[in-house]
């Protein structure tokens, strides 16, 4: 598996952290007895049930492996480290599109954490590239599949927990 640095934020290690926990002391665990109870039908060859839950037991370990390597390669990056005034990671910024004058608000995070329906953007995505480092008032140029965008930076905040969710 590719060893390269994970950059989150504490709440996306925790998350992490979580499922891996999750997938070693219940799902396993669920998978390992869906197995034995296959056994027990008898000739595996042709038992559907066995093999639904070999595949399952690979998904599983498979997944324990990426997060294993995920976090421990994670950087966990703390919004007090950036400048207050910049687009950085973990900052939570709300942008208006030019053309439209919609605004939009959401956090910058690593890919790893990138959830684009919950407000947290990859700072390697188009926008997000474009972003970082920026200030308040700026404006940036973005191709996107919708074609050319305009985006001017309208807040940032250092601390995404005093931002309420967007809606």
Known sequence: MNDKEIVLTRDGL???????????????????E??????????????????????EQAFVE??????ETMIRNARVIDASDYVADEVH??????????????????TIVGSAEADPK????????PLGR????????????????????KYKIESINKDPKKTKKAS
Do not use: C
């Open 14 to 32: 925790k998350k992490l952290e979580d499922e891996l926990d999750e997938l070693k002391s219940v799902h396993r665990r669920e998978v390992n």
């Open 34 to 55: 869906r197995i034995r109870q296959a056994k027990e039908f008898g000739d595996i060859s042709e038992n559907a049930e066995y093999e639904d839950a070999k595949q």
């Open 62 to 67: 498979g997944r324990i492996l990426k997060l």
């Open 89 to 106: 990671l973990g900052a939570t910024i709300k942008v208006k599109e030019t053309s439209s004058g919609t605004s939009h608000e959401f």
């Open 118 to 125: 919950n407000a947290r953007l990859s700072n390697e995505s």
């Open 130 to 149: 474009a972003l970082m480092g920026r200030k308040k008032g700026e404006t940036v140029d973005v191709t996107t599949p919708r074609g050319q965008m």
